[in-house]
């Protein structure tokens, strides 16, 4: 879904799809198909002979044909608290029960205001419980913060299906209402943000690149298969397009040759920059090629800046620092390094000659003058 997003919310992080953390903690309705699908990882699909036993099988969520009063909405748990800048909706193969129109609402709430909500089971054909709806009502999620006002939608057809909405507030929220009028199908939700969250105790040891932590990726060399950002996203991923996979890249030698280190004597490699949620020390590094069994890099280099209050231009030169020096990988496996750097502020991953990185985890000390 890269290639489809709105230019301006490229270099946000996406805080509530599944791998994000983002998670379904309640809806009036799943009859047709279950919310869950709405902020599943993968691009929607459609499949023409596919039926349940309540109707036509819809990668989405689909709720049943209103016949009594009011209309349908959801709420979503986001990955972490943020800000959230902008929305995807996409209505992909939803061409005649598409919902019409939408509406987002949002709040930040607390550990205690969840246990507050009824137990979210995930079930087509069913709908909330008179009982469920009493107790989700507690919460006043009619009466949260609107940040998208009602909005017309458009069908799921290619040229129609993509409809992005920016949202103004600087406010930080943790949960959003998505409300459908009255009933119908949205296939995917994308909630594009900056993360917002709590600073570590100075002596913790945190993961400083995880995007729960507000890292983000501001530059990269290919992306044709998978998008360095899926890097930095809590968990293990589960397939291999949920990783960093660069395209085959064409100056490689017509005949590979190997060092006397063992590394591949290749002249071309592949990079991404990410700037740190927290600014500090690391200590540990994890890169991970699980689900990248024949297509893993050879080698992997991690170097680290500190720019104070600049950005990384891809114009200017940083002075990198090397942290991790070129290091063999292996095929679906941790690899772990230890390792002590200055202050640093961003790193550069290096893939030579090219391939898939699954996830990296930066394990550090947060600064605490900086912070």
Same mark, same amino acid.
């Given at each position: 879904m890269?290639?489809s ?8 992080s996406?805080l509530?799809?599944t791998s ?5 903690l309640?809806?009036?309705d ?7 699908n709405m902020?599943?990882?993968t ?6 002979d ?11 969520w689909?709720?049943?044909?209103k016949?009594?009063?009011g209309?349908d ?14 929305f995807l909706?996409?209505?992909a ?11 987002i609402q949002?709040?930040?709430?607390s550990?205690e ?6 137990e979210?089971?995930?079930c ?5 419980s008179?009982?469920?709806l ?7 999620s ?9 909005t017309?939608l ?21 949960h959003? =209402? ?6 119908g199908?949205i296939?995917r $939700?994308? *909630?594009? %943000? +900056?993360?917002?969250p709590?600073t ?6 945190v993961?400083l690149?995880?995007?729960v932590?507000?890292?983000y990726c501001v530059?990269?060399s ?13 968990g293990?991923?589960?397939?291999m397009a949920d990783?960093w996979?660069?395209a085959r890249?064409l100056? =490689?030698?017509?005949v590979i040759?190997v060092?006397?280190?063992?590394? $591949?004597? *290749?002249? %071309? +490699?592949e ?13 540990k ?13 050879d080698?992997v280099?991690?170097?680290?800046v500190y720019?104070g209050n600049a950005?990384?231009?891809?114009s ?7 942290i ?7 095929a679906?496996k941790?690899?772990w390094?230890?390792?002590d750097?200055?202050v640093?502020?961003?790193i550069?991953v290096?893939?030579a ?5 699954s ?8 600064d605490s003058?900086?912070?």
């Amino acid at each position: 879904m890269i290639e489809s997003i709105k230019p301006g919310f490229v270099q946000l992080s996406e805080l509530g799809s599944t791998s994000a953390g983002g998670k379904v903690l309640f809806a009036t309705d799943d009859f047709f198909a279950a919310c869950e699908n709405m902020i599943s990882d993968t691009d929607p699909i459609f499949i023409a002979d596919k039926y349940t036993e309540f109707g036509k099988w819809m990668d989405g969520w689909e709720t049943r044909r209103k016949r009594v009063a009011g209309h349908d909405w959801c709420i979503l748990k986001l990955a972490t608290k943020c800000v959230i800048r902008g929305f995807l909706v996409d209505t992909a193969f939803f061409t005649g029960n598409y919902a019409p129109k939408y509406s987002i609402q949002a709040a930040c709430l607390s550990s205690e205001d969840e246990v507050s909500m009824p137990e979210r089971i995930e079930c087509i054909g069913s709908a909330c419980s008179e009982c469920d709806l009493k107790q989700i009502k507690k919460l006043k999620s009619d009466k949260w913060e609107e940040i998208v006002p009602i909005t017309a939608l458009q069908p799921g057809y290619e040229e129609t299906r993509h409809n992005f909405q920016k949202v103004l507030s600087d406010e930080a929220w943790t949960h959003i =209402r998505v409300n459908i009028f009255p009933d119908g199908g949205i296939a995917r $939700l994308r *909630v594009f %943000g +900056e993360a917002k969250p709590e600073t570590p105790a100075y002596n913790e040891i945190v993961d400083l690149v995880s995007v729960v932590n507000g890292g983000y990726c501001v530059g990269f060399s290919n992306a044709h298969y998978g998008h360095p950002s899926n890097m930095i996203k809590p968990g293990k991923s589960k397939i291999m397009a949920d990783g960093w996979e660069t395209a085959r890249r064409l100056d =490689r030698p017509t005949v590979i040759e190997v060092n006397a280190d063992g590394t $591949l004597n *290749v002249q %071309g +490699e592949e990079w991404a920059v990410f700037k740190l949620g927290f600014i500090g020390r690391i200590k540990k590094v994890c890169i991970d090629t699980t689900q990248f069994k024949g297509n893993f890099p050879d080698t992997v280099k991690i170097e680290g800046v500190y720019l104070g209050n600049a950005s990384w231009p891809e114009s200017k030169d940083a002075l990198w620092r090397l942290i991790i020096k070129p290091s063999k990988l292996t095929a679906n496996k941790e690899h772990w390094y230890s390792c002590d750097s200055d202050v640093t502020s961003h790193i550069k991953v290096t893939m030579a000659p090219d391939g898939g990185i699954s996830r990296i985890r930066i394990f550090g000390v947060v600064d605490s003058i900086i912070n």
